[in-house]
């Protein structure tokens, strides 16, 4: 069974940085691509950043490029997400996942449990 748990969330103020983790294990994990999603309140989940196996191909959405860098660790079987310069509209729930290319959200096979990203002004 392939198993996801993530860390790294709090409550920051704006600008500042916060970067998020996510253990994997299970078989073949390093077949699949990994990403991270997030929900705000009375919001569809979105994606955020996602990253094939071989980190050959990666998306990022408009919303944080420049800002949000996705990472994987191999040798760790961790996925971070690097978030800096962080704005209100950041504050969401937030997922990390794991299935094939491309990954959008029909794709997922396993999700994490998520962790709480709260930006204040």
């Known amino acids: 069974q392939l198993q996801l748990v993530e860390s790294g969330g709090g409550l920051v103020q704006v600008g500042e940085s916060l970067r998020l983790s996510c253990a994997a294990s299970?078989?073949?994990?390093?077949?699949?691509?990994m990403g991270w999603f997030r929900q705000a309140p009375g919001k569809e989940r979105e994606s955020v950043a996602v990253?094939?196996?071989?980190?050959?191909?990666?998306y990022v959405s408009d919303s944080v490029k420049g800002r949000f860098t996705v990472a994987r660790d191999i040798a760790k079987n961790t996925l971070y997400l690097q978030m800096d310069s962080l704005k209100p509209e950041d504050t969401a729930e937030y997922y990390c996942?794991?299935?094939?290319?491309?990954?959008?959200?029909?794709?997922?096979?396993?999700w994490g449990q998520g962790t709480t990203v709260t930006v204040s002004t």
């Open positions: 990253v094939n196996w071989r980190m050959s191909q990666q």
């Open positions: 996942a794991i299935g094939p290319w491309p990954l959008r959200i029909i794709h997922v096979k396993t």
């Open positions: 299970g078989r073949y994990v390093n077949s699949y691509a």
